[in-house]
């Protein structure tokens, strides 16, 4: 499927995100040129492409971090406009994992965790605080719980914004290169919370260059380039066989 | 032997040495260790060897403190016993003298809730309450009219009580306004956002002194025939509302501080924008700002001073008026002296305090 065809051929209730003939301009600039992409629920979808190729902010119009001006986008039943309620109600299920990090400087590790639960979802304190462990645990950071965020490294930091996001009990994850700014040894913490993550079935769109990841986990993988989907496939046939021209020029130059 | 532990590097526990360096070795390297440093310390030193023994003497040995104003005429050394022989009147302007002790009071709890205040373990929400209890009392203090206590109408409330009056409320007031016109002005509703930026501008482009003078003499014309607003409140409306627009433009320096990544991180999670600006925002672009806020805020403190233009007599006026009296006239250092140093004593603490506050944020 490439980003002219217009209309998702298949129809099934397992659909979490559609995404309809999608445009966004910034000023002049066509930043999203037609895109249209359907998840379904427990997918995991690896979107790739060079910088400036609208990746990034295709996931941040699926929680409106970004307005789009042309084209549909609903996530879990529910269409994303301008409406507040609706786009509160889907942030609820989305959460994201910036690059980076993002964490609250002035509150602890337990505090940034346990803020969403209480504020957002009503959670009494004492249950958001038990959630909030349960999660630093998974994430293998719960001795760090009453320190602040400007106390962990970076890849600590990273394990936390996972954790902080999966407090929520979100339905969908979105991932904008979540190792990037990372040191290589720090790389692999992350990624491996994120393969346990897919593991327990969570619907995942991340963006990212860690090709490894792509191939072990991802269900479809996506190259964009000048705001449009340029090839989308599995990854074996996206890694083996790539179709397009500027698939394997990009291809080429990122794996070694 | 040194223990191996998280600071030691590879075993080896070194320590930086241990240098003394004796007084005039200290006074060779930073004093005299050129030819421009040294004349400039020389300079300095001869500047006040002229200066700091005149006033020394002047100020100390040769003053009187308690004395009489013949006695003062007759001396050459600093006449401070301006201060005792007038000090009922700095300090409490037209207050009825017999009643005096009640502003006092008033003063002391003002002063004892503040530092009460201070402690960020009593910033609990039994803290407003305390607060509004102190400060009903102090108006009862002040105006009477209750529990026995004869009434003092408020044209002859002055001196270091109206000060303080003026100053505190002005701060209190302005700050969460000024907060709210920083948020109004980033808002992305047209009408909200023209309406801060009028208010703060046009605030901003005349001199608080004009605004009194408007306020005294202006507003009175738009009230309806009889309606006559308390002049000490016209005077604390526009110090509120003088302040308050400062106070919005440094607080909006703080919020274009604040990264996006967080507030899209506030959002990210669901919260809305009370929530994202009271829990996220707000927290950390306040604390940012504190400097220049405390600084306006103590700006404001003196500017009370100003209320002399609509003949209110906060402490500066009362002054001057003691002053004026043909027996007490031309001491007018000591006096001023004093007055300042009443005025030091409240902006220090305030810078202090301010300083003390960004310590503990910062941990």
Request: net charge positive.
């Amino acid at each position: 499927m490439t980003g002219e065809t217009c209309k998702t051929s298949r129809s099934s209730e397992d659909k979490i995100i559609e995404i309809d003939c999608l445009h966004k301009w910034f000023g002049d600039l066509h930043v999203l040129n037609g895109i249209s992409l359907t998840v379904f629920r427990g997918e995991r979808i690896v979107i790739c492409g060079p910088s400036g190729s609208g990746k990034s902010t295709l996931i941040r119009c699926i929680n409106r971090l970004e307005e789009h001006q042309k084209g549909r986008i609903m996530v879990d039943g529910i269409e994303l406009t301008g409406n507040l309620k609706n786009i509160e109600k889907i942030r609820e299920e989305v959460g994201m994992v910036f690059q980076h990090f993002n964490l609250f400087p002035h509150l602890t590790i337990l505090e940034n965790l346990a803020l969403g639960p209480i504020w957002v979802r009503k959670v009494p304190k004492k249950e958001a605080e038990e959630t909030a462990m349960y999660y630093l645990e998974k994430v293998h950071i719960a001795e760090q719980a009453k320190k602040y965020p400007g106390q962990l490294s970076g890849g600590q930091q990273q394990r936390v914004a996972i954790a902080r996001s999966l407090c929520m009990k979100p339905k969908i994850m979105l991932f904008d290169e979540p190792t990037s700014a990372l040191d290589p040894e720090m790389v692999k913490e992350v990624l491996d919370v994120m393969i346990n993550l897919a593991e327990e079935g969570m619907t995942m769109i991340v963006v990212s260059h860690e090709m490894g990841f792509a191939k072990s986990v991802a269900h479809r993988v996506l190259f964009m380039d000048f705001g449009q989907i340029v090839e989308e496939n599995t990854p074996q046939v996206f890694f083996d066989c790539p179709q397009h021209d500027r698939t394997k020029l990009f291809l080429s130059q990122i794996l070694h | 032997m040194v223990k191996p532990g998280k600071n030691s590097i590879q075993g080896e526990g070194l320590r930086a040495p241990v240098i003394r360096i004796g007084l005039l070795q200290w006074a060779k390297t930073n004093l005299f260790n050129g030819v421009l440093n040294s004349i400039l310390t020389i300079a300095t030193l001869f500047l006040l060897y002229k200066v700091v023994p005149p006033f020394v003497r002047w100020a100390f040995i040769d003053s009187l403190w308690f004395s009489s104003a013949e006695q003062c005429r007759a001396g050459s050394g600093a006449c401070w016993s301006i201060i005792p022989a007038n000090i009922r009147f700095i300090i409490f302007g037209f207050y009825p003298h017999e009643l005096h002790w009640r502003p006092l009071v008033a003063m002391i709890m003002l002063v004892a809730l503040l530092f009460y205040s201070k402690n960020r373990d009593h910033w609990r929400p039994s803290l407003g309450y305390i607060w509004i209890a102190g400060l009903s009392t102090m108006g009862i203090l002040m105006r009477g009219g209750l529990f026995g206590l004869t009434p003092v109408d408020s044209d002859k409330w002055g001196g270091l009580p109206l000060t303080l009056m003026l100053s505190f409320f002005g701060m209190f007031a302005a700050y969460p306004l000024g907060v709210l016109l920083a948020l109004g002005r980033r808002s992305k509703m047209p009408a909200v956002k023209t309406i801060c930026v009028l208010y703060i501008e046009l605030i901003r482009g005349v001199p608080l002194i004009s605004l009194l003078f408007m306020s005294a003499v202006l507003f009175p014309l738009f009230f309806p025939e009889g309606l006559t607003v308390n002049k000490i409140i016209r005077a604390q409306a526009a110090i509120i509302l003088f302040t308050a627009a400062y106070i919005a433009e440094v607080v909006r320096g703080g919020l274009q501080a604040i990264t996006r990544g967080q507030y899209e991180a506030a959002e990210s999670l669901g919260l809305n924008y009370v929530q994202k600006m009271r829990l996220i925002v707000l927290p950390q672009a306040l604390k940012i700002v504190i400097p220049p806020t405390v600084g306006i805020l103590i700006s404001a403190f003196k500017d009370t001073s100003l209320v002399v233009i609509i003949a209110l007599y906060d402490v500066l006026k009362t002054t001057k008026s003691a002053l004026a009296n043909p027996s007490w006239m031309g001491f007018s250092p000591e006096a001023y002296l004093f007055v300042a140093l009443i005025y030091f004593v409240c902006c220090f603490s305030m810078s202090n305090y301010s300083r003390r506050l960004e310590k503990e944020l910062h941990t």
